[in-house]
């Protein structure tokens, strides 16, 4: 038996609609949405279901039943399009703690939480606000990126996220606290023997190019083709192309027969298999099979949403990236062949050979029962399931395209993950609604978690993983807030103002018309060059971009309000509190002048030209990538402007892959520093300006603990 439901709609395309049929469409989706998310949780036999955790790294199901309502408000109030709250304790108590946490870092927090009933209240409080936002708020045209209404959209999808996650924390919570519903019945599993499943086979994929992402999200979108007139995250916009080698993946999904060799050969226990982080998840789960097998008497059995049944054995394994990733390690030892994961890239190239549209049948959108279905039943192209079913673990981890921007009113949807701990799934599962079946859509999570993913296994050549810096969390913020606009240690001067100062030094008798600091933190330099060297103007505009949206979001707090609080670590757990303002530090005249971006500094956006000035303060030796920054910036100043260097030299592998360190070995048996390479890289088009210079900085981290360092300070001035 299956479920009674029709396809869910795709994410709507709006262009061509008039207002009328945009405001009779988007009530539709939105009450479809509310409506299937509801029943959802008619899954729970209880009340006390929703108040124990089904895992310990995840808050009660009560929290993502009110979690979706409050993102309701907090979007629309952000976007101006209610005028207050309904509930402000709901909508504060739901509205964090959603993101994963990791395994080795549990939240014992205890939380108040409201009753069921009273959940269910403001739901329908929600449900009314945002109808009547839909039916009665004024319209302006089009359906975009930039639209207020954008965030009504955001509401639906990312319901429509957590309609899927919720699902999954369902089939993890104990069978007492569920209930089969007939709008959520699995498909009937046909008994299979195990030795009778279809055997997986390697299918060759020529080398080709793929090309992703969805552009400028500020395009009109009624202008572009295919999925970029519809909805998407942020992450989704910018442009990747790549050209992939040939490979061969396997023509089906790997199977829960196929996955029992690996069981069966101890593969649980063998360390080998295992990277290190796979192996920490491995032993604190203390897992010896898949998370849903169910060892039984008679045999194995599976967990779905609401039951155990006998295992189907033809139907795909369902498992997390380290599991999967432990399985190609084995496959390859066995077969002697290099099977791995693939990558984001080789997905894409599966995707077009199968000439996959929307419409291609598959098990997807709650079309076809609410579980997965036999590898076998689904082709598409030479391959199965290259959508639908479950969700496929690449190798990928989730980066930044080429021009991505963090919107503005959920500029931490994309941004946590970049921290090369969040791997990209790709296909989506049988639930997977809206934005999730669309061919551009970029969903990760950490490889330690479960969602209904498995996987295939392609054998080709090592992939090319991206790479991202990060430095990103509260403690880290409140030391740079400190080291930009604290007071100084130990007689050192202030370092980013030092570097304003010379900078603005080199710029004498030339134009001032434009600068951007580039990896600006949270901004003390970028402030600095606008108000200029004391009895001269600064520059007319400066641009302060930083990869880093936390550091981003403390600057333009700074410009926005005057006023920035935060709190140092003294000892342990006792902190000092610190207040800065514009007044005080002198910028109240100047911050008209400065703005900041979120940004890659090997990826800017096009519009970053022009300047006058660039400044990278200690950033060369945070990128994954500075020899393309080098070779690149001169093309974003004018001839005759001015670049200014600064790093301590502190190569990392963390930050930067050790084949792409600029300096810090030896080359041809000779010391071959980063100074060296900096005249390698940028004589072509720069000449150098003085010698250099050394500017020491220091950090605090607590009140008796603090980093002291010298940087190396370039100038240099593009060739006329």
């Given at each position: 038996?299956?479920?009674?439901?029709?396809?869910?709609?795709?994410?709507?395309?709006?262009?061509?609609?008039?207002?009328?049929?945009?405001?009779?469409?988007?009530?539709?989706?939105?009450?479809?949405?509310?409506?299937?998310?509801?029943?959802?949780?008619?899954?729970?036999?209880?009340?006390?279901?929703?108040?124990?955790?089904?895992?310990?790294?995840?808050?009660?199901?009560?929290?993502?039943?009110?979690?979706?309502?409050?993102?309701?408000?907090?979007?629309?109030l952000l976007a101006k399009l209610i005028p207050e709250r309904i509930n402000p304790r709901f909508?504060?108590?739901?509205?964090?703690?959603?993101?994963?946490?990791?395994?080795?870092?549990?939240?014992?927090?205890?939380?108040?939480?409201?009753?069921?009933?009273?959940?269910?209240?403001?739901?329908?409080?929600?449900?009314?606000?945002?109808?009547?936002?839909?039916?009665?708020?004024?319209?302006?045209?089009?359906?975009?990126?930039?639209?207020?209404?954008?965030?009504?959209?955001?509401?639906?999808?990312?319901?429509?996220?957590?309609?899927?996650?919720?699902?999954?924390?369902?089939?993890?919570?104990?069978?007492?606290?569920?209930?089969?519903?007939?709008?959520?019945?699995?498909?009937?599993?046909?008994?299979?023997?195990?030795?009778?499943?279809?055997?997986?086979?390697?299918?060759?994929?020529?080398?080709?190019?793929?090309?992703?992402?969805?552009?400028?999200?500020?395009?009109?979108?009624?202008?572009?083709?295919?999925?970029?007139?519809?909805?998407?995250?942020?992450?989704?916009?910018?442009?990747?192309?790549?050209?992939?080698?040939?490979?061969?993946?396997?023509?089906?999904?790997?199977?829960?027969?196929?996955?029992?060799?690996?069981?069966?050969?101890?593969?649980?226990?063998?360390?080998?298999?295992?990277?290190?982080?796979?192996?920490?998840?491995?032993?604190?789960?203390?897992?010896?099979?898949?998370?849903?097998?169910?060892?039984?008497?008679?045999?194995?059995?599976?967990?779905?949403?609401?039951?155990?049944v006998p295992m189907p054995w033809d139907w795909p394994v369902e498992v997390n990236c380290h599991?999967?990733?432990?399985?190609?390690?084995?496959?390859?030892?066995?077969?002697?062949?290099?099977?791995?994961?693939?990558?984001?890239?080789?997905?894409?190239?599966?995707?077009?050979?199968?000439?996959?549209?929307?419409?291609?049948?598959?098990?997807?959108?709650?079309?076809?029962?609410?579980?997965?279905?036999?590898?076998?039943?689904?082709?598409?192209?030479?391959?199965?399931?290259?959508?639908?079913?479950?969700?496929?673990?690449?190798?990928?981890?989730?980066?930044?395209?080429?021009?991505?921007?963090?919107?503005?009113?959920?500029?931490?949807?994309?941004?946590?993950?970049?921290?090369?701990?969040?791997?990209?799934?790709?296909?989506?599962?049988?639930?997977?609604?809206?934005?999730?079946?669309?061919?551009?859509?970029?969903?990760?999570?950490?490889?330690?978690?479960?969602?209904?993913?498995?996987?295939?296994?392609?054998?080709?050549?090592?992939?090319?993983?991206?790479?991202?810096?990060?430095?990103?969390?509260?403690?880290?913020?409140?030391?740079?807030?400190?080291?930009?606009?604290?007071?100084?240690?130990?007689?050192?001067?202030?370092?980013?103002?030092?570097?304003?100062?010379?900078?603005?030094?080199?710029?004498?008798?030339?134009?001032?018309?434009?600068?951007?600091?580039?990896?600006?933190?949270?901004?003390?330099?970028?402030?600095?060059?606008?108000?200029?060297?004391?009895?001269?103007?600064?520059?007319?505009?400066?641009?302060?971009?930083?990869?880093?949206?936390?550091?981003?979001?403390?600057?333009?707090?700074?410009?926005?309000?005057?006023?920035?609080?935060?709190?140092?670590?003294?000892?342990?757990?006792?902190?000092?509190?610190?207040?800065?303002?514009?007044?005080?530090?002198?910028?109240?005249?100047?911050?008209?002048?400065?703005?900041?971006?979120?940004?890659?500094?090997?990826?800017?956006?096009?519009?970053?030209?022009?300047?006058?000035?660039?400044?990278?303060?200690?950033?060369?030796?945070?990128?994954?990538?500075?020899?393309?920054?080098?070779?690149?910036?001169?093309?974003?100043?004018?001839?005759?402007?001015?670049l200014v260097l600064t790093s301590p030299y502190t190569w990392l592998e963390e930050h930067t892959?050790?084949?792409?360190?600029?300096?810090?070995?030896?080359?041809?048996?000779?010391?071959?520093?980063?100074?060296?390479?900096?005249?390698?890289?940028?004589?072509?088009?720069?000449?150098?300006?003085?010698?250099?210079?050394?500017?020491?900085?220091?950090?605090?981290?607590?009140?008796?603990?603090?980093?002291?360092?010298?940087?190396?300070?370039?100038?240099?001035?593009?060739?006329?």
């Open positions: 038996m299956s479920s009674n439901f029709q396809a869910y709609p795709l994410s709507p395309d709006w262009c061509g609609m008039n207002e009328a049929e945009l405001r009779k469409t988007l009530l539709s989706y939105f009450e479809t949405c509310f409506d299937r998310y509801e029943s959802l949780f008619g899954c729970l036999r209880s009340d006390a279901a929703y108040f124990q955790k089904s895992i310990s790294l995840r808050h009660p199901l009560i929290f993502y039943f009110g979690h979706t309502a409050t993102f309701f408000v907090n979007k629309l909508e504060a108590l739901f509205a964090v703690g959603v993101d994963e946490m990791s395994w080795d870092d549990l939240d014992e927090a205890n939380y108040d939480w409201p009753t069921v009933a009273e959940v269910k209240a403001y739901r329908q409080q929600v449900r009314s606000a945002v109808t009547r936002v839909i039916t009665e708020a004024s319209w302006c045209g089009p359906m975009s990126w930039d639209n207020p209404w954008w965030a009504i959209l955001m509401g639906i999808e990312h319901e429509l996220i957590h309609l899927e996650t919720s699902s999954v924390l369902i089939r993890q919570h104990r069978l007492d606290f569920v209930q089969p519903q007939s709008s959520w019945l699995p498909v009937n599993a046909k008994p299979v023997d195990c030795g009778a499943v279809p055997k997986n086979a390697l299918v060759n994929v020529p080398a080709g190019a793929v090309t992703i992402g969805k552009g400028d999200p500020h395009a009109d979108a009624c202008a572009s083709a295919g999925e970029a007139r519809r909805y998407g995250w942020d992450n989704e916009y910018g442009v990747h192309y790549a050209e992939v080698p040939k490979f061969s993946a396997s023509r089906m999904l790997v199977s829960n027969a196929e996955f029992l060799a690996f069981v069966d050969a101890g593969g649980y226990a063998e360390d080998r298999f295992w990277n290190e982080e796979g192996l920490g998840w491995r032993k604190f789960a203390k897992a010896m099979h898949p998370s849903f097998w169910v060892k039984q008497p008679d045999g194995w059995a599976l967990r779905l949403m609401c039951e155990e599991e999967a990733a432990a399985f190609c390690v084995w496959k390859a030892e066995v077969t002697g062949m290099s099977v791995r994961l693939p990558t984001e890239d080789e997905w894409y190239r599966l995707y077009d050979l199968s000439g996959i549209t929307p419409e291609t049948p598959a098990q997807r959108r709650l079309s076809g029962g609410c579980s997965a279905v036999p590898v076998n039943q689904y082709a598409q192209g030479d391959f199965y399931d290259v959508v639908g079913n479950v969700w496929q673990w690449t190798c990928t981890p989730i980066y930044p395209l080429a021009g991505f921007e963090a919107h503005p009113i959920y500029d931490d949807f994309s941004i946590p993950t970049f921290d090369t701990r969040h791997n990209l799934i790709k296909g989506g599962s049988w639930i997977s609604c809206g934005n999730e079946a669309l061919r551009a859509s970029r969903y990760a999570f950490r490889r330690h978690f479960f969602q209904h993913a498995g996987f295939r296994y392609v054998v080709g050549e090592a992939p090319l993983v991206p790479q991202v810096s990060h430095y990103e969390d509260d403690a880290l913020l409140a030391q740079y807030a400190e080291f930009h606009f604290g007071q100084s240690y130990f007689d050192v001067p202030n370092f980013p103002r030092a570097v304003a100062e010379i900078s603005l030094k080199a710029m004498q008798g030339k134009p001032m018309r434009r600068a951007l600091d580039i990896g600006c933190a949270v901004g003390r330099t970028s402030f600095e060059l606008a108000k200029g060297l004391p009895g001269a103007l600064g520059f007319e505009s400066v641009i302060g971009v930083d990869f880093s949206a936390r550091f981003i979001n403390l600057a333009d707090e700074l410009v926005r309000d005057g006023i920035v609080r935060y709190a140092l670590t003294d000892e342990g757990s006792l902190q000092s509190f610190r207040e800065i303002t514009l007044a005080k530090l002198g910028f109240t005249d100047c911050s008209a002048k400065v703005a900041f971006l979120q940004g890659d500094a090997c990826n800017l956006k096009e519009n970053h030209r022009e300047y006058d000035l660039v400044v990278a303060a200690n950033l060369i030796d945070r990128l994954y990538d500075p020899a393309k920054f080098l070779d690149e910036i001169s093309q974003r100043i004018v001839l005759g402007g001015v892959p050790r084949a792409q360190w600029l300096g810090g070995f030896r080359r041809d048996g000779e010391r071959y520093t980063t100074l060296d390479a900096l005249h390698a890289h940028l004589s072509r088009d720069f000449e150098p300006i003085g010698a250099p210079q050394d500017v020491p900085f220091v950090i605090r981290e607590t009140a008796r603990k603090f980093q002291h360092s010298v940087a190396q300070l370039t100038c240099w001035q593009r060739r006329a």
